[in-house]
């Protein structure tokens, strides 16, 4: 399966800094998504990273993808009580098929 | 902007009876999931739906579940005799390219 594995399980940061989260996956993708998850509620899509790309950015979000390493990171700068959430990475073979879920990582941004 | 929609927010049931959860995807979009995550889990595909006919599903998609669009509007996802273990939120997404895009969830509470 293209069952993913995040890492940190957990990371606890003081606002202000940066928070590193990282995915790895074991098959070939098209395309690896990064969602938040507040406590019980929805999924918000938060960046979409295609296989022949390497980085991207969106506002203070930076996602890398290295797929001879099948990994992937989200890095969110200059973070806010707001970001406390779960994020979860979310891999597809191709652009309509299932996604398939990492484990995710419970973010919490003390002020 | 347009939101995937999801009824009822909560739905608490007796083990045996049949529940239909009902998510309104986003108006253009062609493709429609439903995915479900246990208390504390990772979130899981059940299935997928284009052109009014299942695309996909998992294992965990037997002959309990069936998914309908009965209208041009409304995705539906109904378990004929619900059993403990059914017990989750229940996510519908949709897309039109390859972003997926979540509703709110329905949290199935069996008893």
């Known amino acids: 399966s293209q069952q993913g594995e995040e890492d940190p399980q957990a990371l606890s940061i003081q606002e202000g800094e940066n928070a590193t989260m990282n995915c790895s996956y074991k098959?070939?993708?098209?395309?690896l998504q990064w969602y938040r998850q507040n406590s019980g509620r929805g999924l918000v899509h938060l960046i979409l990273i295609r296989s022949n790309e390497r980085e991207k950015h969106s506002g203070r979000l930076r996602v890398t993808l290295d797929t001879s390493k099948k990994s992937s990171s989200l890095l969110i700068t200059a973070s806010r009580a707001a970001d406390t959430a779960s994020y979860f990475c979310?891999?597809?073979?191709?652009?309509?098929?299932?996604?398939?879920f990492g484990t995710g990582t419970r973010l919490l941004v003390s002020p | 902007e347009p939101e995937v929609t999801q009824t009822p927010s909560h739905q608490v049931t007796q083990m045996g009876q049949e529940v239909i959860l009902r998510c309104v995807p986003i108006s253009n979009h062609l493709y429609f999931y439903w995915y479900r995550q246990i208390l504390g889990q990772k979130v899981e595909f059940l299935v997928s739906?284009?052109?009014?006919?299942?695309?996909?599903k998992s294992e965990i998609f037997d002959d309990q579940f069936s998914v309908e669009r009965p209208d041009g509007s409304n995705f539906t996802l109904k378990i004929r005799s619900t059993k403990l273990e059914d017990s989750a939120m229940y996510f519908c997404?949709?897309?039109?390219?390859?972003?997926?895009?979540f509703g709110p969830g329905t949290r199935l509470t069996v008893l």
């Open positions: 997404a949709s897309t039109r390219t390859d972003t997926q895009y």
């Open positions: 979310a891999t597809s073979n191709t652009g309509f098929q299932k996604l398939v």
């Open positions: 739906f284009y052109n009014n006919e299942i695309s996909e």
């Open positions: 098959t070939s993708i098209n395309n």
